[in-house]
């Protein structure tokens, strides 16, 4: 299947790895050309140059700290200036681990600035392009979370649901004009992420992280942790000319772990 995607511009938060950089590659290797963002541009470089010429040529990165609103402004000036991009995956990381009465106020407000306040902002500035070229694709990965809450995981399960109402908002006023707005939800998907999630259950319980993580899998239908891969196919078709009617939903890429419909 033809996704459509040669010779669009896509910009990924995120992207020095796990999730982010499994999207960049996959939206890269569909044809996009691909602006990867993410504190580490070492780290995002590491991963370009072990990528086929033909496609590392149409990656880029970038450096964005999305806890700071300069670099979130310098980042959308340095994109504007190229005009815009046609595909925003917008991508926070996880925050640390907490009850949800454990944590201080300071904590929730920097957390909101990094993995909500800071996307909206940089979607809205970068949105204008994508509205007068009438067509655009704006994704966010956030988590299962969103649909079951995960213990322990207070600030991730909170500020997810802010960008889930902005995303249902903002996909109604942007659908006439050609632009779809999706989130992705990844469940266990194995990433560095993931493996700091079950450390940090195996040292609260006294357990090994291979027992965590043997018990998690075993929570899972499909049995076992998905891969970068399979979750950054799923974005690439949200992103693609395939996609064009679908908006304001929130696709599960979990192997059926959350058992509601």
């Known amino acids: 299947m033809d996704l459509g995607l040669t010779g669009k511009r896509a910009l990924v938060l995120g992207s020095s790895r796990g999730l982010g950089a499994a999207v960049a590659r996959t939206l890269a290797r569909e044809g996009a050309t691909v602006i990867a963002a993410a504190r580490s541009v070492q780290d995002t470089k590491a991963w370009i140059a072990a990528e086929a010429p033909d496609v590392a040529v149409r990656l880029s990165a970038h450096v964005l700290d999305l806890s700071d609103r300069a670099s979130v402004d310098a980042l959308a000036d340095a994109v504007l200036a190229q005009a815009g991009v046609d595909i925003l995956v917008n991508n926070s990381g996880g925050p640390p681990p907490g009850a949800a009465a454990e944590i201080a106020l300071d904590l929730w407000q920097t957390q909101f600035a990094a993995m909500a306040g800071h996307l909206f902002h940089?979607?809205?500035?970068?949105?204008?392009?994508?509205?007068?070229?009438?067509?655009?694709?704006?994704?966010?990965?956030?988590?299962?979370?969103?649909?079951?809450?995960?213990?322990?995981?207070?600030?991730?399960?909170?500020?997810?649901?802010?960008?889930?109402?902005?995303s249902k908002t903002l996909a109604a006023e942007v659908a006439p004009k050609g632009v779809t707005v999706n989130l992705v939800?990844?469940?266990?998907?194995?990433?560095?992420?993931?493996?700091?999630?079950?450390?940090?259950?195996?040292?609260?319980?006294?357990?090994?992280?291979?027992?965590?993580?043997?018990?998690?899998?075993?929570?899972?239908?499909?049995?076992?942790?998905?891969?970068?891969?399979?979750?950054?196919?799923?974005?690439?078709?949200?992103?693609?000319?395939?996609?064009?009617?679908?908006?304001?939903?929130?696709?599960r890429v979990d192997g059926g772990m959350i058992r509601g419909v």
């Not at 956030?142 to 322990?152: L, Y």
């Open 122 to 166: 940089l979607s809205g500035r970068l949105l204008p392009p994508m509205l007068a070229r009438g067509w655009g694709r704006i994704i966010t990965i956030a988590s299962s979370g969103i649909e079951q809450p995960i213990p322990n995981l207070a600030l991730s399960n909170g500020l997810r649901m802010a960008v889930l109402g902005w």
């Open 185 to 251: 939800l990844p469940g266990r998907i194995h990433t560095d992420r993931v493996d700091q999630l079950d450390q940090a259950t195996a040292t609260k319980q006294g357990k090994s992280r291979d027992d965590v993580a043997k018990a998690s899998q075993a929570a899972i239908p499909m049995g076992r942790y998905g891969r970068p891969e399979e979750f950054a196919d799923a974005v690439a078709f949200l992103a693609s000319e395939r996609a064009g009617y679908i908006t304001g939903t929130k696709l």
